[in-house]
Nanobody, 122 residues
Framework: QVQLVESGGGLVDTGGSLRLSCAAS????????MSWYRQAPGKQRELVAA???????NYADFVKGRFTISRDNAQNTTNLQMHSLSPEDTAVYYC????????????????WGQGTQVTVSS
């Protein structure tokens, strides 16, 4: 099992910045991809950014140039640096990890954090 704990959310003014962090712990062999998703009230959860264990990143079009995802494989952590925030970025942000439980099985399991609220005031 993988436990994911997010931190760093809060209230910020339009144009401001926030840094979200996610730490993975528990019993697992490896974590392949770590991602950030968000869900605004009344909307579906959507991918914000993802990073593989090799450092390959993927961003949603609506955050390109504003958000940066990073990762520390040794610490099993990922960060999301957010700049130029707007009210449209207001949502609960979730950390996601795709992990292998053991070295003996290639099966990938999906884990979610509890989410952290980001609110951008206009």
């Amino acid at each position: 099992q993988v436990q994911l704990v997010e931190s760093g959310g809060g209230l910020v003014d339009t144009g401001g910045s926030l840094r979200l962090s996610c730490a993975a712990s528990g019993s697992f062999f490896s974590i392949n991809k770590m991602s950030w998703y968000r869900q605004a009230p009344g909307k579906q959860r959507e991918l914000v950014a993802a990073i593989t264990s090799g450092g390959i990143t993927n961003y949603a079009d609506f955050v390109k140039g504003r958000f940066t995802i990073s990762r520390d494989n040794a610490q099993n952590t990922t960060n999301l640096q957010m700049h130029s925030l707007s009210p449209e970025d207001t949502a609960v942000y979730y950390c996601n990890a795709e992990a292998r439980k053991t070295v003996w099985s290639p099966a990938i399991f999906n884990y979610w954090g509890q989410g952290t609220q980001v609110t951008v005031s206009s």
